[in-house]
């Protein structure tokens, strides 16, 4: 049986590509070192030269630049599963910082060992690289629910996807997820003002479509929710098999 690490990676490949029994066995084999990261510390820093990737096997973690006005930018939120720097393999030097925003667990892969188990299944290196093509598919929808979209719409859009992202590899429950993130953090994702952030989620939970509890986001009616977002869940390029923890509505 895989370890917490491999059995995290295997959930977060299977929704790119179909895992045969072959493949899901090399990467339980795959070494990975675990890591505790406390909130608040830096997975990888702008500049850097990493030889390795970083897993995120539980906790929350986003990537972000910041200007030299020290404001920041989030560019994107991860949840288990996902591989923040999964670029770096092919990419030299960071071009953008991953911060703990929790206590999380981290699993490092060596690069090296992720090109070995690339050229010895085809498929894995396939789910890889649907990973990386994902991750701008998101980035292209951050950039225009930023650039187009009205504040209400732009947390409500970044729900969504928080919503069905941990839907698709079982850490929902119905309609509900956990997203510990504070005002200022949502503010820096979505490129408002605390004020705005603070206004914005007071309309959302007076219109009875979500709600927070002890940071755990409730979609009281996701349909209506999509609709304030426009959200289209097909940028997210989700496949599910067999193996899937979860079957999308």
């Known amino acids: 049986m895989p370890g917490s690490a491999n059995a995290a990676l295997i959930k977060g490949l299977a929704t790119k590509a179909r895992l045969s029994e072959e493949d899901r066995s090399a990467l339980a084999a795959l070494p990975i070192d675990e890591l505790h990261v406390q909130r608040g510390q830096d997975v990888l820093r702008e500049g850097d030269r990493p ?20 404001r920041r930018q989030i560019t994107a939120f991860y949840h288990a599963g996902d591989v923040p720097d999964l670029q770096s ?14 206590d999380s667990h981290i699993g490092y ?13 085809p498929t894995v290196s396939k789910a890889l690289w649907r990973a ?19 504040a209400m719409s732009r947390m409500a859009h970044l729900f969504c996807e928080t919503l069905v992202k ?15 993130v504070t005002q200022a953090e949502l503010a820096d994702a979505l ?19 979500i709600s927070f509890e002890r940071a755990e986001l409730i979609v009281h009616d996701l349909g209506a929710l999509e609709k304030q977002g426009g959200f289209d869940r097909s940028y997210l390029h989700l496949r599910m098999d067999d193996h899937a923890p979860h079957k999308l509505k």
């Open 132 to 150: 990386t093509l994902v991750d701008a598919a998101i980035y292209r929808e951050w950039t225009t629910n930023l650039g187009q979209r009205d």
């Open 166 to 180: 941990q839907q698709v590899i079982g850490l929902a429950s119905g309609d509900s997820c956990m997203f510990p």
């Open 109 to 121: 892969i060596r690069h090296r060992d992720l090109e070995d188990i690339s050229a010895k299944y």
């Open 191 to 209: 490129g408002l003002s605390v004020v705005h952030v603070n206004r914005s989620l007071m309309e959302l939970r007076a219109s009875g479509t």
């Open 89 to 102: 393999l092919h990419l030299d030097v960071a071009d953008n910082s991953i911060l703990a925003l929790v």
């Open 51 to 70: 030889s390795r990737s970083a897993l995120l096997i539980s906790g929350l973690t986003c990537s972000y630049k910041t200007l030299a006005s020290g």
